[in-house]
């Protein structure tokens, strides 16, 4: 039968198949097999499944070592296995033709929140007692689209670029400066920190997923080299006591110890290299990147057009889609994607969006001999990343509905002064600095109410991936394949109450 639906596919079109329990992969390793071999070229396979106890490392190992023709498929996977977080996973293979969205949760929830976007089930699992909608692939193909206006060319707008050039879509990706991240996604460095509570609210749910699926995407477009990222840990200090409390409460979960793990003073200060007058989280995927590269990296694609020095002013629709114009130039296209972050208000489109401008500054402190003994990426308040290239970087100062870009002084004293109060060894391994001689970057993030970003469809084919405020570097790449996965009519990648959470119809209400 699946047999069939493969070898039928229609050209762009996309099949999902879910099966309710992932056991030990090999549902979706064979599917994807099957799936390469039958499937017309212009075609690609979703594959959802759950895995309510996911098996460990070596079970897999030892699940597909019976299976010699299965071996390079299930390295491959195993590769993505390192990256799981508790709930949503999302993965790409074979070039992004083949995603698997595996959920490390509650069967009968993750069902519930999905069923209507699967074509097909697999009957081979019915183990685990819960039978989903036995369904024949009913839903009339929505067709990938063919080209598409990305306006932003930040961490959201290439991420949103390059996953809409996987899916062969063909993007210009419109930015109104002459160079890509000029804005908030223009540090020479930003760190990978997952910040979520005990209570897994949504927005916590969010954000693990967005960790899970930032660092297979770094994987796949940008090295670990010390130089564009290094995969260097990352500790986050029981400091201040609102902190300790909340990791206080996090320690009563089970997380897997590749994700986080609590220490102690001690293990902690072995871990930074310097000495820590506090316990906390460890995350041993946490770093830093270099959000440039990341954003050239994502826009290097054969079919993304880069149209720098463009300043999209007019946004309007056509009988085919949307054209998007400036002062006497005009972008057309099928669908179109607003990434400006807060500069997106002066569209009319988004005039009445809460969303607000938050000014922040890091700082670039000198290494000493001793602070290079820095490890690890330390936070508490604010955060400080080992020395690369004799600098660590340090930030970030918040200041709402603030615009200006210019250096201060005031707030490199300020990033000074949160380290001197959570990690005084670094501190006073620092030596003594002048803050108005200090170099660093100023830039503008986007909030809004919530805390959630803005991401989804708007009105029929304009989309917008905002409001990343202080961690794009974890959100821009998840809210890009949701953005994709819903112009491409392809099963989501996040449960259907995320979905919700981040779709700005929730601000429109009110507007
Ligand atoms: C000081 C500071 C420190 C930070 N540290 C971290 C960190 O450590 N980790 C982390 O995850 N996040 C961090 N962030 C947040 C992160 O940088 C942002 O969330 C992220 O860069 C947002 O990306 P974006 O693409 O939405 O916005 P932006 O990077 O601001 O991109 C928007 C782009 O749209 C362009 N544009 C605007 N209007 C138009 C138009 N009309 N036409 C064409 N182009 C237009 C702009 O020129 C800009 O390039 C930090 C932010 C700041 C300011």
Known sequence: MLRQHFSTLQKNTSFSVGETYFDNGLGFVSTWQMFERIAPPDTSLDFFSIAPNPPSDAELIAAFACHPPLQCYAQQLMQRWQRRVPGWNRWHFAGGRVRLTLVIADTANAISQIDKHIDTWLSHDITSGIEPSPKQPTRSKQKTPTTALVIGGGLAGCASAYLLSRRGVHVTLVERSSTLASGASGNPRGILHARFGASMTTLHRFVLAAYGHALTLLDEVIPTDGVSRAECGLLQLASPDSEAKRIGKLAALSMPPHLLQFVNAARASELAGLPMTQGGLWFPSGGWVVPPQVCARLAAQPNITLSPNHTITTLSRTTSGWRASGDDFAFEAEQVVICCGHQARALAQFAQFPLQAVRGQISAFPASNTSQSLRSVVCAEGYCAPAASDVHIAGATTHF???????????????????????????????????????????????????????????????????????????????????????????????????????????????
């Open 401 to 511: 509905d603030d615009e200006n870009t210019e250096l201060r002084a005031a707030d490199h004293a300020e990033n000074l002064s949160q380290l001197a109060r959570h990690v005084p060894s670094l501190h006073q391994a620092l030596g003594p600095i002048d803050v108005a001689q200090l170099k660093g970057r100023a830039g503008v993030r986007c909030s809004a109410p919530g805390s959630m970003p803005l991401v989804g469809e708007v009105e029929r084919g304009l989309y917008c991936s905002l409001a990343h405020g202080t961690r794009g570097l974890l959100s821009a790449g998840i809210s890009a394949e949701v953005i994709t996965a819903s112009m491409c009519g392809q099963l989501p990648p996040l449960p259907a109450d995320i979905l919700a959470a981040l779709s700005p119809q929730r601000l429109l209400r009110h507007i």
